[in-house]
């Protein structure tokens, strides 16, 4: 990408394993100038315009004796503009996933976009993660016909059963979405705030506001007033936000107070 795309930064999870690909990567890096930052959990870059990247892994110590260090020592990062979320996963496998859900709060990884881990290998992806993202859309970025099989049979089972549109480059090529702040869709189809369409793509739609402007947020949800849970994920909404859940995957409590007993967590656009 340094090839094409010029880079002010680069962010490095600053593991050093010496491959033919590492060592062609950083001589880009040291002929671009951009400047190096290592990358460790807890940081937050500002990125301007209401828009932030947190970094969510690596941690130190590193992880070692894995059967593959380099991919569980990457970069986990969320991009945050406005209400919107952006997950991305690099190749973290099953010992990262792991100590990421044992350190983050659940509420720290819900995303409206999962870029799916590992090219949508077997050990990059688990329920309990998948549960803790709640995605709208799970993007799978491998090639066509590749050599290892991906995405993995395994990981498209545990999409399917989550709900969401589930996207993959070998079958789509290029994937690009827009966020106005408040609602993300694919490029080429219609923004939330045009007549007809759905915010966030698999979510139900909400009325505009006057003017063509982008859909007002949820109500919160009342105390005393029934709400909308996904049976998959355990996240329970307001009955007028646009991210309900398919009917398959609905539970309907009578309160908020119910479903957080049975285990629920509010969503993070319907909180109380």
């Avoid at 290592?38 to 947190?54: F, M, N, V, Y």
């Avoid at 999962?114 to 309990?128: E, Q």
């Avoid at 009917?247 to 119910?258: D, I, T």
């Amino acid at each position: 990408m340094l090839r094409v795309l010029p880079a002010g930064q680069v962010l490095d999870p600053g593991y050093r394993h010496g491959t033919a690909t590492q060592r062609t990567y950083l001589a880009l890096v040291q002929k671009s100038r951009a400047q190096t930052l290592r990358a460790r959990s807890g940081q937050i870059h500002d990125l301007g315009g209401g828009c932030r990247l947190e970094i969510l892994a690596p941690a130190d110590p590193p992880i070692q004796g894995t059967d593959a260090d380099v991919n569980n020592n990457s970069i986990v990062a969320r991009l945050v503009f406005g209400r919107t979320r952006f997950l991305f996963t690099g190749d973290m496998e099953t010992a990262q996933r792991r100590r990421l859900l044992d350190s983050t709060q659940p509420q720290a990884l819900q995303s409206d976009v999962l870029k799916v881990a590992h090219h949508g290998s077997y050990n990059g992806t688990d329920r309990r993660f998948l549960q803790a993202v709640a995605p709208r859309y799970s993007v799978i970025s491998c090639a066509v016909g590749n050599e290892h099989g991906y995405p993995h049979r395994d990981t498209l089972a545990e999409l399917k059963s989550l709900g969401g549109e589930i996207l993959r480059t070998d079958q789509l090529g290029d994937i690009e979405f827009h966020s106005d702040g408040q609602s993300v869709w694919r490029a080429g189809s219609r923004p939330p705030s045009e007549p007809g369409s759905i915010a966030g793509g698999s979510a139900q739609p909400g009325p505009a506001s006057p003017g063509g402007s982008p859909p007002a947020p949820p109500a919160p949800v009342r105390r005393g007033g029934p709400v909308i849970a996904n049976v998959v994920s355990q996240v329970y909404h307001s009955p007028r936000c646009v991210s309900l859940p398919g009917r398959s995957r609905q539970r309907v409590f009578a309160s908020a107070a119910e479903a957080e007993a049975r285990g629920y967590r509010p969503h993070r656009e319907c909180q109380p």
